[in-house]
């Protein structure tokens, strides 16, 4: 089953160009990882495909889950299963975690949760991460460490369960042990949804097998391979791609 | 002086640049009207008695007004022990004042809810902590959206003692508030959180001042306004630390989130400092909401409404995250969800 399929994307801000020209088609099961060098267009891309306003899509086309995207609003994404964990997330203060997570699940599920039901669910999930519960009480990402954020941002797509997760640079701020944590629950994912995976390192790779890794350089995916790509990738560097 | 006596403020003066005398006044400035007085329903212990102001100290219009339009005062006596005092103020009629005095000592939490449809309301709070005193106060203004409230209060904070103050300004369409807090003697403090909300045209004006008369002595003020429709919210603070308050630390911030083109917010903390070894910091900020916040949370499935009221939540929510008196903080909280949420289904 196809989940995304981006066809020949052309993006700029402020009238510069980005992506110059991406074709990636994502189905159900599938674990695709992008890597390229910093300012390469990775994250980006993955924000194209949320929806962020400041971004402006000049050609090609976005279909997700046999729809094109061109009409869907940021948050009619998010209900229609799709799912960005963020490089940053930003700090909300005052909003507390459990009522944030309370009203998104709510709000993609499109019904009113029984407290009880999510309470056990949102328990699991957060034993899965080795979460503190005192998490539910702080504000969303404020004074959280890089790590914190990274679980919380893997919270949300537990519970969210959805059928495009893309991760940008998710493995950034984790200590071994986190990422291993983190890992496990992008796996829980990826068994039944499409992954798209922005990384710079072998070493979430290593715990997230990819079936695709694309190698992206300025704006433009130049090479696709397997998870052996990724490996040459770490070993050599970028240039021997633009030779 | 009587108020008849005083000269009327001109726009000019610092303490009425943005509500001129005359739009908080009940009628016609060269009229003292005759105004009943405010209901007051109390809970907790604490000994309430009624009686009449003789003298005012007071050279402010605001006070010496509240004081001719109605004598009659309600002082409460709070020997602390840990109680909590709740104290209902209800506003009914045409004009209404109400006077009230709090002496306190030892630890308490009070918390004030003014409600009703007056057309205007009076209120004049005073307090004084007596030594070694912890008291945790709430005001919360929840008004009817027609009505006119003037309020002034002045507190006075004794050695080894301190206050929280939270409030939660939600009421009225034009408010005109002036607290003045004066730390006395050595070791006192104060900490004070204020939130506003502003919507349609509602008219929020809040000036604080603070004085640190002596030395080691400690304040914070934190107001956050968030401003919707056509609303005006104003904060000024007036920070004032004595010659020989040495080794006073004082802050002031706020924040202003800006909901719309035609809301506005203005904030203008002011500092007098005569000492030269003290701590104090002052910051303004106004802002829209933040575009990164409100994109994290659409992508997460919220609408763009549910999106902009969970930050303006949290944003007011956020005032009162430094009060360490968890009775007066949740309190405030609540009644701010309640509030925001019954906005929402109206």
């Known amino acids: 089953m196809e989940v995304l399929k981006i066809n020949d994307l052309h993006v700029s801000v402020d009238e510069t160009p980005i992506i110059k020209g991406i074709s990636i088609t994502i189905n159900k099961g599938e674990i695709h990882a992008i890597m390229g060098r910093n300012g390469a267009g990775k994250s980006t891309l993955a924000n194209v495909v949320m929806g962020h306003p400041a971004y402006e899509i000049t050609s090609g086309d976005i279909v997700f889950l046999g729809k094109p995207l061109d009409d869907y609003e940021v948050y009619e994404r998010a209900r229609s299963g799709m799912f960005l964990s963020f490089q940053y997330p930003p700090s909300i203060p005052g909003v507390q975690v459990g009522n944030f997570l309370k009203k998104s699940v709510a709000s993609v599920r499109d019904q009113q949760l029984k407290a009880r039901e999510f309470r056990k669910e949102l328990n699991a999930a957060m034993e899965q991460l080795e979460m503190d519960k005192s998490f539910l009480s702080r504000y969303v990402n404020d004074g959280f460490s890089g790590g914190e954020k990274k679980r919380l941002e893997t919270l949300q797509m537990l519970l969210l369960k959805p059928q495009l997760a893309l991760l940008d640079e998710t493995d950034s701020g984790l200590d071994i042990d986190a990422l291993r944590v983190v890992s496990k629950g992008i796996n829980e994912i990826a068994k039944d949804s499409g992954c798209l995976v922005i990384t710079h390192y072998q070493r979430l790779l290593d715990l997230v097998k990819p079936d695709y890794v694309h190698a992206m350089i300025d704006g433009k995916i130049v090479m696709t391979g397997g998870p052996e790509l990724a490996l040459k990738l770490e070993e050599n560097g970028y240039d021997w791609l633009e030779a | ?346």
Not at chain 2, 8 to 31: A, F, G, M, N, Q
Not at chain 2, 223 to 233: F, L
Not at chain 2, 318 to 335: A, M, Y
């Open chain 2, 1 to 346: 002086m009587t108020y008849l006596d005083m000269e009327i403020p001109s726009r000019s003066s610092h303490l009425w640049r943005y509500t001129p005398w005359k739009r908080i006044h009940p009628s016609k400035v060269d009229i003292v009207p005759s105004c009943e007085t405010i209901i007051i329903n109390h809970e907790g212990d604490c000994e309430f008695k009624e009686s009449i102001r003789t003298v005012n100290e007071s050279d402010d219009i605001s006070r010496v007004f509240l004081h001719e339009c109605n004598d009659q005062m309600n002082i409460v006596e709070i020997d602390g022990k840990g109680q909590l005092v709740h104290v209902n103020l209800i506003a009914s009629g045409e004009s209404v004042v109400g006077h009230i005095d709090f002496q306190c000592k030892g630890e308490a939490t009070i918390i004030i809810h003014l409600s009703g449809s007056a057309t205007w309301t009076g209120l004049h709070i005073t307090g004084n902590l007596e030594k070694n005193s912890s008291i945790g106060y709430a005001f919360v203004n929840e008004l009817d959206s027609n009505s006119k409230l003037l309020r002034c209060e002045d507190w006075n904070i004794q050695r080894d003692s301190r206050l929280e103050y939270g409030e939660l300004s939600i009421g009225g369409f034009r408010n005109k508030t002036d607290i003045r807090t004066i730390l006395s003697d050595s070791n006192s403090s104060l900490k004070q959180a204020v939130a506003v909300y502003g919507v349609d045209s509602r008219h929020d004006d809040h000036h604080m001042e603070i004085s640190h008369m002596v030395k080691h002595t400690d304040s914070s003020l934190i107001m956050n306004a968030a401003c919707g429709g056509r609303s005006h919210s104003i904060g000024t603070g007036q920070l004032f630390i004595a010659r020989n308050a040495n080794n006073s630390n004082a802050g002031q911030v706020f924040h202003n989130l800006l909901l719309s083109q035609d809301a506005r917010a203005d904030a203008i903390p002011e500092l007098e400092v005569l000492s030269d070894d003290v701590s104090a910091a002052h910051g303004a900020a106004s802002a829209p909401i933040d575009k990164e916040q409100l994109h994290y949370l659409l992508s997460r499935g919220l609408s763009p409404e549910q999106s902009e009221a969970l930050i303006v939540e949290g944003f007011l929510v956020n005032t009162f995250s430094s009060l360490k008196n968890k009775i007066i903080s949740d309190d405030l909280k609540t009644r701010l969800k309640i509030h925001l949420e019954c906005g929402i289904m109206r």
